[in-house]
């Protein structure tokens, strides 16, 4: 059976160890911060937790200035508001200025929410644009956690490098994926699975889709590779090109618009480096809409974005081989 | 300790010059936006910022944040006065390669934030302040807002947060010139109350359609509202700042966009155009023409200093007067330091003390402790040594250092070394010792020549025209060479100070706009005069300036 579990949970229980460990970390919420389980870090830490209210802009550029003074910021709310509602907030107060040979100021992007998963909140908080707009700003490093697992080295991982990430999470339970064991690399891919015809590359949620995908084709005799690329930006084009050279195909999956997402980050890698058959799989340039819990299958069903679609466009792949 | 006035008005002119140097090699720029802050900018790196040019980062410097970017030329000019790089460097504002980008930017050392997105500084300086206190840092952070970038809702998510968080180690400047991009503020997005008619004076005038203060102070913040180009309401206000404790301070500064040029003050036209190459030097010229009035209280009731004090400062002199005779350098008595401490808490107006006592260099630290913001002495009374002495007392104490020669005296050679330091050269027009003689005529020609002698030895400072000066003679004053005028008999004699003042520099501009045509009519001919002419928009700065030309027999 798998294991379910919490990424905001596991957020902010890892960012109350890390705020023991490292003083300079700070937190800032916007009125979330019960939702971001941010909440615990204020309780512990008063004096470096700040609740701006429901202000995203302000949150961000407040994030910018303690960065400026030495501090490690980090700034969460939900992903339909950060980056959605602050983007000039993010390029100029934080990305753009650079001294000293550090690009950027060192304020940690993590939000929660992302994506058509978010459910009953409708398409108006279902973010599918962030990996566009983020990827886009130069300096910025755009992560996607697949796991609770994933959440909790990543954020210690960017808490010590320095220089302004994004970090996605899923509003709910997502299966555990990776082993306590695993080690995350900025710019490195995970496989997860091994494979000669076909390779998926997936980020977040979509992982385990991509998993369910190649265990269905394996009992159809067809081999995928499966990658977890939680590391968007930078994004691991070696591990890539390989996977390109060895499976010939690709297919990416993101919970998020094709457009200027994920699989158009891959597209831009193989396109240059080993150009290979690609399918994207993701939000076709269409707006959410509500779905409860139960019926998140359906939404997702709707926007094309289901094992069965990625088994399919790995089949699609392999005819035109 | 003195205003340091004098220090922070020669480095204010000499960034402004850069301001128009940098734009026009740049062919654009914001000079409106940086001459509006100017004695902002001015205050704060000469009087109160703690920072090092050669350790721009220093952990426990000051911070001065520029929220209203595009005015980074009158940022880049001030650090370059202030010794953070070659002021030669203006000349690659805005160019390829260069460290003095079109907006604030960490590229030049001494930015505190890169600006340019409007909005945002006041929120990035809560983020500073912020970690300042978790640090048990006690250094303060100050910010520069805009009037038109007041129209940004992140500015009034900042003052709430600012409140919220009682950051007592903030404090904001509105510069509130009334001018943006598109037109007056009150006509694009009123902040006090909607502009009706043409006439920008209109709302200087009328305090009670102020508003801007009332939303500040609603969001429960320490606002004082000042004349942000007087240098003294500057000075007081941060020291209130300062002083308050568990509410960050906003300073609204009521300014004039394109101030001490008259083409562009107030001429929504200059918020983002840079200066013709050839209208440049002229530019430069005027802002070597500011001039200041300086009231003589002797002039007045000497029963009831006091009174003659207030009536000075409610006729907006730019300095108070204060003659203090001996009566051994000069027959007559008139007070000493102890009156001076007791007119001191009347106001900010910066003191201008002329003292007429033999042996200076034995009292002038009591002139200094009784609150003195310029001290002129007597050359008569004293050599290298004694001057040198006092130059170095009243340097420590931020207080002007002047010196003072009578009718029948020449500037003694000894002097020579001191002249590029010095702040004032008061020249007499009068035997000094008593109040309401006639000017000597001879002083205009002296003046010119000491003009001229000074200019040729780098003096940065200004001439006080001293002794009979009046509205008959003011204006040949002002042409001979003085920028500063003591008023005794003719202003603080007569029944209205207030109107006298108004009168003394409607003569004054007229007197500098005859000088300035003069001078564009020799570097370009009629055709430069009609160009510089048709710069004057606002008003009817125009018509007067034709009526000048039509005196001067230009056309």
């Known amino acids: 059976m798998t294991e379910f579990a919490d990424m905001r949970t596991v957020y902010g229980e890892t960012l109350v160890n890390i705020g023991d460990e490292n003083p300079s970390v700070v937190v800032v919420g916007a009125d979330t911060t019960d939702s971001l389980k941010t909440k615990q870090f204020g309780k512990k830490f008063p004096n470096r937790f700040f609740n701006v209210g429901i202000a995203e802009g302000n949150l961000i550029t407040i994030a910018a200035g303690l960065a400026n003074e030495g501090k490690t910021p980090f700034a969460s709310t939900y992903a339909a508001f950060l980056p959605g509602r602050c983007v000039d907030q993010i390029r100029n107060a934080i990305a753009y200025p650079t001294r000293n040979g550090k690009n950027g100021l060192n304020v940690k992007m993590v939000v929660s929410h992302g994506g058509l998963s978010v459910g009953a909140d409708g398409g108006s908080h279902q973010q599918i644009e962030d990996i566009a707009i983020m990827r886009a700003i130069p300096n910025i490093k755009v992560l996607i956690p697949a796991d609770t697992i994933a959440v909790e080295k990543l954020t210690r991982l960017i808490s010590q490098l320095y220089g302004p990430f994004y970090m996605r999470m899923t509003r709910s339970k997502t299966p555990i994926i990776h082993s306590q064991e695993q080690e995350f690399q900025l710019g490195k891919g995970i496989v997860l699975h091994d494979g000669s015809d076909c390779t998926i590359a997936a980020c977040g949620i979509m992982v385990q889709m991509a998993l369910d995908a190649a265990y269905a084709l394996k009992q159809e005799g067809i081999s995928c590779k499966v990658i977890d690329m939680f590391s968007i930006k930078p994004i691991d084009s070696d591990l890539l090109e390989k996977a390109a050279r060895e499976t010939g195909g690709i297919v990416t999956c993101e919970e998020h618009n094709i457009m200027a997402g994920f699989g158009s980050a891959v597209s831009e890698v193989t396109s240059e480096k080993y150009p290979v058959p690609i399918r994207l799989i993701g939000s076709r340039d269409q707006f959410g809409e509500s779905a409860r819990d139960s019926e998140i299958s359906r939404l997702f069903e709707k926007h094309g974005m289901t094992s069965i679609h990625i088994s399919n466009a790995v089949k699609d792949i392999r005819s035109k081989k | ?555």
């Open chain 2, 1 to 555: 300790m003195g205003l340091n006035y004098y220090n922070i008005l020669k480095s204010v002119r000499e960034a402004r010059k850069l301001v128009i140097k940098g734009t026009t090699a740049a062919g654009s720029g914001h000079p409106g936006g940086s001459f509006s802050m100017a004695e902002i900018m001015g205050c704060m790196y000469y009087k109160f910022l703690r920072y090092d040019p050669k350790d721009p980062l220093w952990q426990d410097r000051d911070r001065l944040v520029l929220s209203k970017g595009h005015a980074s030329p009158g940022l880049f000019s001030n650090l370059a006065v202030a010794g953070y790089f070659d002021k030669l460097e203006m000349e690659t504002l805005r160019k390829f390669g260069s460290r003095l980008q079109g907006h604030p930017d960490f590229k030049c050392p001494g930015v505190e934030f890169c600006g340019g997105s409007l909005g945002l500084g006041l929120s990035f300086s809560i983020g500073m302040a912020l970690a300042a206190r978790i640090d048990g840092k006690t250094h303060h952070i100050y910010t520069i807002i805009g009037d038109g970038e007041s129209d940004e809702g992140q500015v009034w998510e900042a003052a709430m947060a600012g409140s919220k968080f009682r950051l007592d180690n903030l404090t904001v400047f509105l510069d509130r010139n009334f001018i943006q991009q598109d037109d007056y503020t009150e006509r694009v997005m009123p902040l006090d109350e909607e502009l009706v008619g043409d006439d920008i004076s209109e709302m200087w005038k009328n305090a009670a359609r102020w508003k801007v203060g009332d939303k500040w102070r609603s969001f429960g913040w320490n606002v004082i509202e000042i004349d942000g180009h007087r240098i003294e309401q500057i000075v007081k206000a941060v020291h209130s700042a300062l002083q308050t404790r568990g509410t960050p301070s906003l300073i609204v500064a009521r300014t004039i966009k394109g101030k001490s040029v008259e083409h562009m003050e107030d001429n929504p036209k200059w918020h983002g155009v840079a200066p013709n190459p050839k209208i440049s030097p002229i530019i430069e010229l005027e802002l070597d023409c500011q001039f200041l009035i300086a009231p003589s209280i002797i002039a007045g009731d000497m029963s009831n200093l006091e009174n003659e004090v207030k009536r000075a400062v409610h006729g907006r002199a730019d300095f108070i007067h204060l003659d203090v005779m001996d009566g051994q350098f000069v027959p007559n008595k008139t007070f000493d330091h102890e009156k001076i401490k007791q007119l001191r808490p009347i106001t900010y107006i910066p003191f201008d003390t002329h003292l007429m006592i033999s042996e200076p260099v034995k009292h002038v630290r009591d002139y200094v402790n009784a609150g003195s913001d310029i001290i002129t002495v007597h050359a008569e009374v004293c050599d290298e040594p004694s001057f040198g002495e006092i130059h170095d007392i009243l340097r420590s104490n931020d207080v002007g250092l002047g010196l003072a020669i009578n009718p029948e005296t020449e500037l003694p050679p000894w002097t020579e070394k001191f002249i590029p330091d010095l702040d004032q050269l008061i020249i007499m027009s009068v035997v000094p010792g008593k109040s309401g003689q006639k000017y000597i005529e001879s002083t205009h020609e002296k003046t010119q020549r000491i003009s001229k002698l000074l200019a040729e030895r780098n003096f940065q400072g200004l001439i006080e025209a001293d002794g009979g000066v009046d509205l008959s003679n003011v204006e040949s004053c002002f042409l001979d060479g003085a920028r500063v005028f003591v008023g005794g008999s003719a202003i603080v004699g007569q029944k209205d100070v207030r109107l006298t003042i108004m009168e003394f520099r409607k003569h004054l501009m007229h007197a500098r706009r005859k000088l300035l045509i003069n001078k564009t009519h020799s570097l370009g001919g009629q055709e430069l005069v009609n160009q510089w002419i048709d710069l004057h928009e606002v008003g009817k700065k125009k018509t007067e300036l034709l009526q000048i030309v039509k005196e001067a027999g230009f056309t």
